[in-house]
């Protein structure tokens, strides 16, 4: 056993002496979601712990004296505090997080400010009123002043007033205000982004179990709604929202349901199109899970019906299939999403030095988009570290031009210091495969 490995086992506080292996990297060891008496299970409390001093640690190594945050996923990250996603980038709450102190929320008034303190115990009494300021008409200059002025009472109680100050995103009346206040505003999104790409034990239980959910879905989609054909686009993403929802999720995605036509330029929503037998259906989804609201991201592509595959439509599968499994295999602490994106095929991202985010890699967690992307549009030039504990999604796509149908895969990976595990694990379908 590696000393790695020995760190990991002792940071789940399990005596894994006849498993031999981390709990939370065993796509099989699912713990239940209701809690018990009789089995540790997800230790929330641990994971508040953990990811409060992984946010201070990043803060300090970015030398800043505090973060102010609006985005709802990184108030979530260092408070344990969610009302909805609803809440998460209109500036109606903010948490200030000080050098050495503990986090504290300025919640919405009223009832969420009662539910908070109701429901969130560890945060004692540092749960205060929150002073909003958008669409308040002609009142937003008084407000976003009195807002920051609550916000300075703290950075001067915590005695951080004067250095640099994390803010992870503003409007232009935040930041103007922010300046006549005399605080010294930097992105916040390097240290934010840097804490949340490590997942800590907890996290990986609870991402472990969003995957195993969404893989159950699969199971509905190509055994049950897709058997045959009747359904629309849209139906088919109403049936899946539903599952996830049925099954605990704060929030259940289809992310992009396409057939036929719409897989090639691929449609990344649906419509009322009916889904013909013989049809391509790529399907996206996932979403927030019922532990901790971590997502599940994955993509596979089903055919509507008793059809049989054609040659052609085989070795676009295969092609999506090795692209991204190769991928996948690149996921190794040390190695770089360089060494991924090497895998994917050349497409618009080539050519335009961007991210089109078909040929794609991205870190996820509390929200689908975390941290860290892959594309050969800059990740060739500027390498970035993949590290232990990551969690990432990988995706490819064979759509090119003059095919009829195309294929699009993906599959949520942990770096581990043995490799890449995989999360995900509804297997590729083989009927494309033989």
Not at 393 to 403: D, F, M, V
Request: glycine share 8%; with cysteine; charged share 25%.
């Amino acid at each position: 056993m590696s000393n790695s490995e020995e760190i990991e086992i002792r940071r789940s506080g399990l005596d894994h002496s006849y498993i031999k292996y981390p709990h939370h990297y065993s796509p099989r060891r699912l713990y239940s979601i209701t809690g018990a008496d009789w089995e540790q299970r997800i230790n929330f409390d641990r994971m508040r712990r953990e990811r409060l001093a992984q946010a201070k640690a990043a803060m300090e190594r970015h030398d800043l004296g505090a973060m102010v945050l609006y985005h709802g996923a990184n108030v979530r990250y260092v408070t344990g505090v969610y009302q909805g996603m609803w809440k998460y980038s209109i500036f109606i709450r903010y948490a200030v997080l000080c050098r050495d102190s503990e986090p504290i929320l300025f919640e919405t008034v009223g009832s969420d400010m009662e539910r908070a303190k109701l429901n969130c115990p560890w945060m004692q009494d540092r749960v205060k009123p929150a002073i909003t300021w958008t669409w308040s008409e002609g009142a937003t200059e008084r407000q976003v002043k009195n807002m920051v002025a609550g916000v300075v009472d703290v950075l001067k109680e915590k005695k951080v007033f004067g250095e640099k100050i994390g803010v992870d995103i503003m409007d232009m009346w935040v930041h103007s205000a922010f300046e006549e206040a005399g605080v010294k505003l930097v992105n916040a999104w390097p240290a934010m982004s840097e804490a949340r790409l490590i997942k800590t034990v907890d996290e990986l239980e609870c991402c472990k179990i969003s995957a195993a959910i969404a893989d159950s879905c699969f199971d509905m989609i190509r055994n049950e709604w897709l058997k045959r054909p009747g359904l629309t686009e849209s139906q088919l993403a109403g049936n899946i929202m539903k599952f996830f929802t049925d099954h605990g999720f704060e929030e259940g995605q289809a992310f992009c349901v396409a057939s036929g036509g719409n897989t090639n330029p691929y449609s990344r929503w649906w419509s009322d199109k009916p889904i013909r037998r013989g049809d391509l259906v790529i399907c996206d989804i996932g979403g927030r899970g019922p532990c901790g609201g971590y997502y599940a991201d994955v993509t596979r592509t089903f055919m509507c019906g008793d059809a049989a595959p054609t040659p052609e439509q085989k070795k676009l599968y295969k092609e999506a299939m090795d692209t991204t499994m190769g991928a996948v295999n690149e996921a190794w602490p040390g190695k770089t999403t360089a060494d991924a994106a090497k895998h994917f095929p050349e497409y618009d991202d080539d050519i335009y030095k961007t991210c089109s985010l078909f040929q794609f890699g991205h870190s996820i967690g509390l929200t689908l988009y975390e941290g860290m992307w892959i594309s050969r549009g800059f990740s060739l030039d500027f390498p970035a570290e993949f590290k232990q504990n990551m969690y990432m999604a990988i995706e490819t796509y064979s759509g090119k031009p003059g095919l009829e149908q195309a294929v699009r895969l993906e599959q949520d990976v942990v770096v581990t210091d043995k490799g890449p595990v995989l999360f995900t694990l509804y297997p590729f379908d083989e009927k494309f495969l033989d």
